[in-house]
């Protein structure tokens, strides 16, 4: 299964998707599986799934090196969500821009 199909898949059935298409890797965070394409993901808040990575998986096990890198870019993702969520007002709205008078 190539990665868009795969994708697919992920948008349609979202954290329904198990096995074999899908693994959990701990701590929030995934593997989708198809064949040699595994590309990492998480879930946010508001019904979001955010790609963090992709690979063409060439041996059985997730190079160390790689999940490592992908655990960074969850932990950055999560910080920056964190931060965002600080400076929103009180009752969750947008901030808007005042127009120039």
């Given at each position: 299964?190539?990665?868009?199909?795969?994708?697919?898949?992920?948008?349609?059935?979202?954290?329904?998707?198990?096995?074999?298409?899908?693994?959990?890797l701990g701590e929030g965070l995934f593997e989708?599986?198809?064949?040699?394409?595994?590309?990492?993901?998480?879930f946010r808040p508001g019904r979001r799934i955010v790609l963090l990575d992709g690979m063409r998986k060439k041996r059985q096990a997730i190079p160390p090196g790689v999940l490592k890198q992908v655990r960074r870019y969850q932990r950055t993702l999560e910080a920056a969500e964190r931060q965002r969520d600080r400076r929103l007002p009180a009752d969750g709205r947008r901030w808007r821009r005042r127009r120039p008078m």
């Open positions: 299964m190539d990665a868009l199909a795969l994708l697919k898949l992920l948008a349609e059935q979202g954290n329904g998707l198990k096995m074999p298409h899908s693994k959990p989708l599986r198809g064949g040699p394409v595994r590309v990492f993901y998480a």
